[in-house]
């Protein structure tokens, strides 16, 4: 009998907002932290970590963030909107990605068209899985309030489709009709999915 696995939240955003200074702006201003887990444990306890992906990040600030130079790492600040890429293999053996942000709505896409895998992390060494599927939304959305942790999450499946996970029924049926019923007030005889009598 194949066994499924279906992963706790592989890949958690982690955003939380505190009071400091940004390394590209020349004034103070309350910005917070963005916090991309990469790894995570099914419910055996078995690791697991996300490899080559990629991540789309745009906000919409809460007020302007004047700059005089543009963002740095491929990301680019215009007044109230911020956007950048971030990826797994900037920190390939890191468990964590993080990234300083202003306070405001953000949304997290994940760039479902890369060749990204997982995983399976043991003492002797890693392996890669040879089927995996994403179950979550490609976007997600957060919105950061200043000096609260707000938390996006990436749900993965591993060892199956994603029909293994996430399914339901449909069900097909036919219907019968007379031409004496047919008109105003004729009635139509239905039969059930499985077939029945005429």
Partial sequence: MKLWKQMAPLVGLTIYACSGTDQHHSQSVEVGTLSLALTATDNAGELYRLRDAAFYLEGYLDYSFPTSQGGAGGS????????????????????????????????????????????????SGSE????????????????????QTTSVFYEFGVGGTVLAFRHGDISIGIGVEHPEQSGAGGASATSSPAGGSP
């Fill in 128 to 147: 890669r899985v040879r089927q995996a599927v994403l179950l979550s939304s490609t976007t997600q959305y957060a919105y950061v309030y200043q000096g």
């Fill in 76 to 123: 680019a600040d215009t007044g109230y909107y911020h956007a950048e890429w971030l990826t797994t293999e900037s920190a390939p053996d890191a468990s964590v990605i993080t990234r300083r942000v202003v306070p405001g709505t953000y949304y997290v896409t994940f760039d479902s068209s890369r060749p990204w895998y997982i995983e399976h992390v043991t003492a």
